[in-house]
């Protein structure tokens, strides 16, 4: 029996998992489904299922006691919010644990299986105040005093509520908040002892850090127990991509990341710090650098772009003799597992890789760890490794099995090539169109992808695949800026200075010399967030391309200085009048006069991160310069800095992309 083509709706069938756990004492494996909702218990010995609901929405996040009796999860109730559930293994008893006012998150066992942590947005100052918060009418004035206070998918963010951490007994009852204040806690892990749980905290830095973090130790057993400072000097990691820090097994030291000291809480060009690992002393502190960069792993983390999978694991983990630690970090395109020796010489090993993605893992039991993987034609699988060897042992889980039974994958071609002025090699992909005919020419499409330190992968990407069933090639690469090649490579100068512009012009290049059925004639250009912001730069600097779409884009610097989540910064220029100036010149809309092809803009009316009058004004100075150019935007209402979560406004969203670059191209 054939197979059919992939088409944009199958976006909406694919099934993402929502958090997963391994229980090696009796061979079981936990996953949440996004699309058909529910958590599935798989027994890895007699393949047998069974579905676990508390019959609420957004149910994820399942995690098996260590023990292995019993498994929590998260699940909506109505009027509260996301609450913690425990499923009893043996006797099938399904308890609701907690009854909070709020969006339970990151729920954690305890290793005695006695308590559960999990963080919540409450109010910071006391309970009385977050009574106060939760009664608030939503029509009430915001007042606003300070940056920092509103975010993309959160809206305005008010002053009072804040992230803080909880504690309640594994079998129910009241929980007791630990942190209070006006300041966040986030990352939470426990001592082997049960006792104390390190947290990554902003509570002692100032609000113009923004990514500064320090590790904190709260006592569980003394909720009105100051907080211990255990890092001082150092910026622990949290934003974009948090690495939950880990105790060893003696509970005599933690294991965080820490952005380059080198870097981090200074002014600079290089954008994202790199990250590395540190051993924090729990007696006094004391910080010692575990791991050492090198050709095989230049850092401890990864930005992957396109890889769907690992959704609620941990990125880092510890072996139970407390000699390594595992953990993901990006490599030429590639998620790759590591293992650092605690009581080496620093350089981490590659235990499993290669051309796919890691990116998640599960605690080490005996021996072995679950892992989250994506290939270029395998959506997210979870695997059972070796921990010694690296070896699979079993797959897990395979989402939307049903479903890529029936479809046909294309596999993409990439490559390497050195970039113009001899800085870096650039590595990227071409996605042929499916069914493709001898001798016959196809049109191109060039998708950048956003950040930009984060980088296109050897996942799978399902769009890429649909536009590809459509008749187009796809043409996908990591420029400069990306993280995963080095730190020359990830420069964020080389993102906006012009290099990664002409590093894309060559990528296109390269692909229409190499594959003869690409029409060079025939290219069109998008992508979103950085890559929109590029699509809108290659509009007003190249006449290479012969259609636009700009998804979520920068177009006016100043707008996003004033309106964006993430503002800027005029402290280095000698009047205001000369940052807004200088603002200007690097804005595409600056340069509106020089888009002569067809331009779709498609934004989210409530997009905090690219604000959405940044694409108003890009339209407006289109049809006004231009009143004969093809130029047309559509907003997506409910939509922030991402492509619609709403089935029907994304196959809309899908609908406009496809059918502006099949009329255009």
Known sequence: MSKR???????????????GDYCEKRQLVCWASQKTGG???????????????????????????????RMLFLSVVKG???QIFCYHLDSGELRQVTEVQGAVMEPLWSPDGSKILFSMIAGGASEEAGQAAEKRRPDEPVVIEDFGYKFDGMGFIR??????LFVVDSRGGSARQLTEGAFDYLHASWSP??????????RFRSRQEGIGYDLLLLDTADSGK????????????????????????????????????????????????????YRFAVENGEAVPVFVSDENCYQCVQFPYNAGCGRGMDKVQ?????????????????????????????????LAGGKQVYHGLSRVQNGTLMAAKSEPDLPEVYEILDAETGEILQRAAQSAEELFSGVQLGSPVDFSFETLDGESQVHGWVLPPQNREEGRKYPAILYIHGGPHPFYTYGLELEHQCLAAAGFAVLYCNPRGSSGYGWVHQNYARAVDGSAYYDLLQFVDEAVRRF???????????????????????????????????????????????????????????SFEDFMVDQLKQSAVSYAERVDRPFLILHGTEDYRTPVEGAHQLFVALKDLHPELPVKMVLFPHTGHEQPQDARLQRLYYKELVEWFRKYL
């Open 80 to 82: 509260l919010g996301r």
């Open 516 to 574: 003869d059925w690409i029409d060079g004639d025939r290219i069109g250009v998008t992508g979103g967030s950085y890559g929109g912001y590029m699509t809108n730069y290659i509009a007003t600097h190249a006449k290479r391309f012969k259609a636009y779409v700009s998804q979520r884009s920068i177009s006016n610097e100043l707008i996003s200085y004033a309106s964006s989540d993430m503002q800027g910064q005029s402290k280095d220029f000698c």
């Open 5 to 19: 083509l992939p088409e944009f709706t199958d976006c909406q069938e694919l099934e993402r998992f929502n958090g």
């Open 193 to 202: 002892d049960s006792r104390t749980v390190v947290c990554v905290s902003n």
């Open 39 to 69: 958590i599935v218990l798989k027994d890895l010995k007699t393949g047998e299922r069974q579905v676990i609901t508390a019959g609420g929405p957004g149910e994820g996040n399942p995690a098996f006691s260590p023990d292995g009796s």
């Open 226 to 277: 100051a907080a211990r400072r255990l890092s001082k000097d150092y910026w622990i990691v949290s934003y974009p991509n948090p690495i939950r820090p880990v105790f060893t097994p003696d509970g005599k030291s933690v294991i965080a990341g820490v952005l380059d000291p080198e870097y981090a809480g200074k002014d600079h060009d290089h954008g994202y710090p790199e990250i590395y690992f």
């Open 318 to 350: 510890i072996s139970e003799d407390g000699k390594r630690v595992y953990f993901v970090s990006g490599w030429q395109g590639q998620g790759n597992i590591y293992r650092l020796d605690l009581a080496g010489d620093g350089h981490a090993r590659l």
């Open 159 to 164: 002053p009072d509520t804040h992230w803080q």
